[in-house]
């Protein structure tokens, strides 16, 4: 259940035997030459929608730029700044809220993502605490590729290659999503260095193709449906257990 597809007497009727609610979050940037500069939010709303068609849990709007400030060197990344993002993340789930959903469940689709969303809980919890809030609520933030047996399955898929940015497994799910977007074009080098990151002339310097440690020319739509089946199906599990505590 979508709550963009969805109208207020529908959100009503589910906070009646539900309030909790998933946010896919993930972010604009280049994901080298072959993959969606969406991929970030493209993933987790893949995920996330397959486990809220599953299980009939609501899913928000996918919060879709991000912390990508390394990838501004590419054409058609946007980043928001850190405490850009802290404001924005804060302001949805104080919306949410509002309205009563108590277990808010962030899926994440982009590692420079976690300290803002993190950040953003500790000042919510924080507003929480001073206003003397007494009900319980909730925040949690997983990475979807992270779920155990997408993590699992990538790690069999690819074997080498799999890599850190513009990963085989992260194209493979965009491309079951859009499969006219499949690219499989193999890449110079094949499998991309690896390095650590500051900013985006660093980033650009030792990256030149934008991937990181991957070979995405092994990304297939059909390996990205699998994925999507494994991860929704550990989502809606880890979910439940969450909105259920
Ligand atoms: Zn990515």
Redesign the pocket.
Known sequence: MRLQISTWPEIEEYLKSSTGVIVPI??T?Q?GPT?LVG??AI?AEEIAWEAGKRAGILVAPTFNVGSAQHHMGFPGTMTLRPSTMIAAITDWVLSLAHHGFTRIYFLN???GNVAPIATAFADIYARRALDNADESFRMMQRNWYELPRAEKLYGELYPVGGGS???AA?LAVTFAAYPEKEDTRQLDPKIAPVGTITDKHHYREQFPDGRIGSDPSQARAEHGRQLIDVAADDLVKEVQAFFAG
């Open positions: 993930g972010s940037e994901h993959g991929t970030d993933t689709g982009h590692g940015h513009a990963t992260e």
